[in-house]
């Protein structure tokens, strides 16, 4: 049975006596996905949440508290999966949902996905950081409008949720974590979670896409690229708090090509585990990492922050979408053909 973050982990939240907004979020799924060296490499399937994304664990209690606080809608900027779980959360918890995303610039998938939710989708002629400038003012002039972006403190705290799973689930800290960063919070709010448990911290390895990798040639950047729409962010909101942890952690921010990032997709795709491009950032991260032998010893946790359904389009730049026409009476030839080619 799934019983939700809130209250699997409400002595960790600091939350108040409160009615969690649930979707059964959390608990994803760790699998061990091969043996490098001495390197033990698992994959943590976050696309497995509720709406797709790790986005839910912090949404969960961003939009309990909300409510509690007696709010009336919750509002956000996004590149695609905190509307959607905004969307989502707000729906479960009767509340209205308004998100603000840069025109063009987010996955179909994901846009239909918030509407269906009932969301309004309200589009700038701007990037995301205009757009989460622009719903911070709103927020801050109306007080029953609820910001849900990871500058919401709560959103962070339900996000550490990610780093207790790991610690349940090993039962120690793994030696390192390497996963995807755009606005920088959930890489903040793991350290937080590590650091909140007090049984070890693992070295923080940040992956950002070249193009949009403002975190490691450390200034911001106007103008972003890169297949991985969900990390196309060239000022993270907490970027003070992302390097903090990378420093504490002894780990590093890395880059990865866009052509990198492609080929991790197919790989683990190959492998039967299908995620969104920025999720296959972090993996391709992770090879990076073993081939210039940068990973400590042990465990080493990836984590795949969103689901490939959310992105359909950017596989068929690999994959083929047409399907090979056949005639039922030469099916059998057809097979025979891709067993002994
Ligand atoms: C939001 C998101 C990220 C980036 O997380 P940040 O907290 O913004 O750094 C990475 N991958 C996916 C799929 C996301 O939705």
């Known amino acids: 049975m799934h019983i939700g973050l809130i209250n699997r982990y409400h002595q960790w939240l600091g939350l108040p006596e409160l009615e969690a907004v649930s979707l059964g979020e959390g608990n994803t799924p760790m699998i061990h996905w091969a043996t490098w060296d001495s390197h033990r490499i698992w994959l943590k399937l976050e696309g497995c949440n509720p709406t797709g994304s790790f986005k839910d664990r912090g949404m969960t209690v961003a939009v309990s508290q909300a409510r509690f606080a007696g709010g009336k809608a919750v509002i956000c900027a ?5 509307a959607a779980s905004a969307a989502a959360y707000a729906g479960r918890a009767g509340l ?31 990037n995301f950081d205009q757009a989460l400038q622009a719903v911070r003012a709103v927020a801050e002039q109306e007080s029953w409008i609820a910001l849900v972006n990871s500058v919401n403190p709560w959103r962070l705290r339900g996000q550490e949720t990610g780093a207790y799973e790991i610690l ?44 949009a990798d403002p975190l490691v040639q450390d200034r911001d950047l106007d103008k972003v690229t890169t297949v991985a729409s969900a990390i196309r962010i060239g000022r993270p909101a907490s970027a003070h708090l992302a390097k903090e942890a990378v420093k504490e952690s002894h ?28 999720s296959a950032a972090a993996y391709a991260g992770l090879k990076i990492l073993y081939r210039r032998r940068l990973l400590p010893t042990g465990d080493v946790v990836a984590i795949l922050t969103g689901n490939g359904l959310k992105d359909s389009q950017t596989p068929a730049m690999w994959a083929s ?21």
């Open 96 to 126: 209205k949902a308004f998100v603000v995303i840069p025109n063009g610039q987010v996955a179909l998938a994901k846009m239909i996905q918030a509407s269906a939710y009932g969301a309004t989708i309200l589009a700038i002629e701007g």
């Open 168 to 211: 349940d689930d090993l039962g120690h800290a793994p030696a390192s974590l390497v996963l995807p960063v755009g606005n920088a919070g959930n890489i903040s709010a793991y350290f937080h979670g590590f650091r909140r448990r007090n049984e070890g911290i693992p070295q923080l390895f940040g992956i950002q896409a070249q193009g």
């Open 78 to 82: 996004s590149t695609g999966n905190t």
């Open 251 to 278: 780990g590093q921010f890395h880059a990865v090509s866009d052509s990198q990032i492609l080929q991790a997709h197919e790989e683990l795709a190959h492998g039967g585990v299908f995620v969104e491009p920025a």
């Open 321 to 341: 979408v047409e399907p090979q026409i056949v005639e039922s009476q030469h099916l059998l030839e057809s097979i025979g053909q891709v067993m002994n080619p």
